[in-house]
């Protein structure tokens, strides 16, 4: 299928600042991207040049086969924003900012009426529809900032830190809410400080530092280029535990649990392996592997607090 975005050789300085550097990146249709990086790293960058908010200096960017800087009207036409902070107009209710946005996409008066209601009915606003935005919380702001997104139905869509400032529970609702796009065959672009909200949604991250990427691949994938794998396995006795020990030398004894430590990438291949070579099975094995904080910070040297990771 052709590539819902497509950078070649993309470049970005502000001043003598080198934000974005010879960047390359394809990004398949109908998913999740997620792009992850440090403070600066050029996150926000990308998505405005992609948006057709910022030119870049040099080098092609496409999104849906368009260029952005040669045909930013056929760009514009495919796309939904909603950025890190709600673009809705605190004097209007909620149903006024979803007309005045159909307007702006010159929907006709009919069809964003009908877009309207639908939209207040999916993202669960229609209690709320006539009611000024003061009486909204933070979850229902964003909601309704993601329902003007999607009033035009773009084919893709660009996530900026859409979870940023929401509880837990609004949190988890826009996860669904995302899932349930892509189900549909949108493309979302996600930038977060969440890394949790990478591994819970993303099929491919993308790790952006010093302006180029570092890393590219699935949760999983990633996840096995960082070292501390393991594989624990526990025993109904000393016995078992100190044959598994003499057979296994690379594992990590823990007499206490009676229980063994192996070093493993987590993959079918290596937990074969580990268990062909045991006389006897253990009462359990777990596998634990790397998580995104790991990753992220093996690959750009930071930890992932949400300062670090916009």
Do not use: C
């Not at 809410?177 to 993308?206: C, M, N, S, W």
Request: hydrophobic residues 40%; aromatic residues 4%.
């Amino acid at each position: 299928m052709p590539s819902a975005i497509e950078l070649e050789g993309l470049s970005k300085s502000f001043g003598e600042k080198v934000v974005l550097d010879q960047l390359d990146l394809d990004v398949s249709p109908a998913g999740v991207f997620a792009l992850l990086g440090p403070n600066g790293a050029g996150k926000t960058t990308i998505v405005h040049i992609l948006s057709t908010l910022l030119r870049p200096d040099s080098g092609v960017a496409r999104v849906g086969g368009h260029d952005v800087v040669a045909q930013p009207e056929a760009v514009r036409a495919l796309i939904g924003l909603t950025g890190q902070f709600s673009a809705v107009d605190n004097l209007l209710t909620g149903e006024e900012n979803l007309r005045l946005m159909a307007d702006l996409r010159h929907l006709g008066r009919k069809e964003g009426a009908r877009r309207t209601r639908e939209l207040l009915e999916r993202f669960d606003l229609t209690e709320a529809a006539g009611k000024p935005l003061s009486t909204y919380s933070g979850g229902m702001r964003r909601r309704l900032d993601l329902a003007m997104t999607l009033i035009s139905r773009p084919s893709i869509v660009f996530l900026d830190e859409p979870t940023t400032g929401l509880d837990p529970r609004s949190r988890v609702e826009m996860w669904q809410i995302v899932r349930e796009l892509v189900a549909a065959g949108t493309t979302i672009f996600l930038t977060t400080q969440y890394l949790e909200e990478a591994d819970q949604l993303a099929d491919r991250i993308a790790v952006l530092d010093r302006g180029t990427i570092v890393a590219d691949g699935t949760p999983a994938e990633l996840k096995r280029r960082v070292p501390g794998g393991r594989i624990r396995l526990e025993f109904s006795d000393e016995h078992a535990l100190t044959h598994a020990a003499t057979t296994l030398p690379d594992a990590t004894r823990d007499d206490a649990a009676l229980a063994l430590d192996v070093p493993s990438d987590g993959s079918f291949a290596s937990i074969r392996a580990v268990m062909d070579r045991l006389e006897s099975e253990p009462l359990t094995f777990t596998i634990h592997t790397p998580d995104l904080d790991d990753v992220f910070f093996a690959l750009t040297g930071h930890e992932a607090t949400q300062e670090a990771a916009r």
